[in-house]
């Protein structure tokens, strides 16, 4: 005797993807027009989908004003969820299609400081090393909170524990010290003592709108560490500039604008090319903060992230701790 499957009702009840598609481009543009561009239809096509998607679900999901539209508190609760699903297919199709292409993917999460400064001149050897890995950077400041869609493979940030899923291990601590060009420090000889320092201008980044998963150090807590009050600044001192991206500071200090705090494992190799000068020798060394490399748990034994993460490691070279221990013990 055959035995008959009983109705999926969850199935039964789903609203029609094609309807589903066309909602979700009518509310990403707000345009009915510029949605059925977009999937290369009829404008008439997206009103049919959509009206027909509002009697399946009994509630109206846009106000219609004019051409524009915009969604009705139901069509925001729908958009929120089928947008993220709609994100997860399209990840899970594309995983799909590589896995039959001889290129590997591999997602690196990092800060923008990271990616400028440290990664980017590296890449070209990374390009030559691993012709077979295509590396996609997502460059971010916030990573307790990342954008729908956005599972990275590996993570470089201040996170011991970057999230559920993720393997974690130290790379290099915060060793932060005062760097300028030759020429300022030509310019203005007396920001070779510390009082001379506090009171030339000074490029000074800010926490604002910073993810803040560590302490947070800007000239303030840089010379209260040296036991100078950045407070007693002469009257005359120039203000100080802040800025909350720490790409724009180092771009000021190398056009001679003043004298800003360095990461020692970004500014390392601008300082061995002569580009940027310690006019002091004092150093802030935060052995507690650490930036950390995490790899997600389900690519541990993928083949391709496995180089990457190795290679990574290979690049942060036992030098820079080398360095830090001269600092020190200086």
Known sequence: MVKHTEPDQTLIKMPSL??????????????????????????????????????????ELFNRAGRAVELTPAGSIFYDAVQLS??????????????????????????????????????????????EIDLSIVVTQNFLTMENGVTPDILICKMAKSGEGYFSQPLVCDVIYPVCTPQYLEQHPQISSLEGLR?????????????????????????????????????????????????????????????????????A?????????????????????????????????DASCCKVRDWLTDQFDWSLHEDIDADTQA
């Open 18 to 59: 094609r309807a589903v598609k066309a909602f979700v481009a009518a509310a990403r543009y707000q345009n009915f027009t510029r949605a059925a561009e977009a999937l290369c239809v009829t404008q008439a096509a997206i009103s049919r989908q959509i009206r027909d998607l509002e009697l399946h679900l009994g509630a």
């Open 199 to 267: 009171d030339t201008a000074l490029l000074n980044l800010s926490p604002f709108g910073r993810s803040q998963v560590a302490e947070h150090v800007d000239w303030k807590v840089w010379f209260a560490y040296q036991d100078i009050d950045l407070n007693c600044r002469a009257v005359e001192a120039p203000l100080l500039f802040n800025a909350n991206d720490f790409s724009l500071l180092l771009q000021l200090a190398q056009n001679h604008q003043g004298v800003a705090l360095g990461w020692h494992y970004l500014v």
């Open 86 to 131: 709609f994100t997860n297919i399209a990840q899970a199709a594309e995983r799909i299609r590589h896995t039959e292409s001889p290129k590997q993917q591999v997602t690196l999460c990092c800060s923008p400081a990271f990616a400028n400064f440290w990664l980017g001149p590296k890449l070209p050897s990374f390009f030559e090393a691993y012709p």
């Open 269 to 301: 190799p601008l300082v061995e090319k002569g580009l940027l000068v310690r006019p002091v020798q004092e150093t802030l060394v935060h052995r507690d903060t650490l930036h950390y490399l995490s790899v997600a748990e389900a690519k541990a034994r």
